[in-house]
């Protein structure tokens, strides 16, 4: 029996089986045996470390096997199924190394508005850099646009990312714009929904989903104030017969705190990478060294003025931090 991990709550997590019910499950005994493999100083036994990494790399979206006990009352997760993608955050220094936040997705869908609150590209820039660094595909959905001119001008100010590569789509859920095609978007995959608050995606999502009865800003604020002791978010399952799940990670929006090698920075803008191997050096950094191929598409018009400046201090802030 296997199923999909919806939340967890650290010690219970809460499982979708393939039937459809959801059940609440334990991991199995070995997730307590990491507290057995403390020393009485509470440091870790070399021995556990490994089983403890494991327990903790449980994340929303994981399929899992299930094993019910004896008397049919206690379900428990027996193991976790392989991966065949993750969103993780890496600890900055090291340490454990990757937090997942979410497992077997297919997609990072981000909502901006494209007025009230007033869009912020440069953040837009940093959420598609964990989606390219994760190897995972972006999607970006421009909401409200009857406040700033229509789909039409809002398609001219977003042309920078069109060029990119990036599907957007470019809606309006107060009067039901543009909502079929990113309905068709999300059917069936695994998407983790993000973006600032007041944007819309609540909006968004209830009216493309009815029943859904997704909260975006209030669940994540229930974890902040730890209501819930949500640790990653919350998978939610689409309704209708295509299925697919909208996950939300709180996780996703400190995005400040992301550790990514600069030097694979300029591989995370897909409008980079047919000029990078034309460098002169092979550690360009696209900055002042001569023969840069960058820089030249930059002069040419290839790349955006505006992509490339956030290129420029997105690679200061990593190499500071
Ligand atoms: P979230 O925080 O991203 O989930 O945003 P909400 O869905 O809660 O929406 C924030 C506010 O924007 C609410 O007052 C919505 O009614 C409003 N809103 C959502 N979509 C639209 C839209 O397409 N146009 C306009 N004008 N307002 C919208
Ligand atoms: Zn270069």
Known sequence: MSGVVLSGTGGVWRVQRDEGDIVDASLRGRVKKSNAGRRADGSLRRD???TAADTLKLAIGDRVMLEQDGSGAAWTISSILPRRSRLA????????????????VDQVVIVFAAAN???HPRMLDRFLVIAEANGLAARIVINKVELAGGAAVASERWSDYERAGYPIHYTSAKRDEGLDTLHDALVGKVSVLTGPSGVGKSSLMNSMFPGLDLRVGEISESVNKGRHTTVGGYLHPLPGPEGGYLADTPGLREVGMWALDPAELDRCFPEFRPFLADCRFGDCTHRVEPECAVRDALARGEISAARYDSYLRLREELEGG
Request: no cysteine; charged share 25%; hydrophobic share 35%.
């Open 48 to 50: 556990t470390i490994a």
């Open 89 to 104: 955050r890496r600890a900055p220094g090291g340490g454990f190394g990757e937090r997942v936040v979410a497992a077997n």
């Open 117 to 119: 609150p007033e869009p």
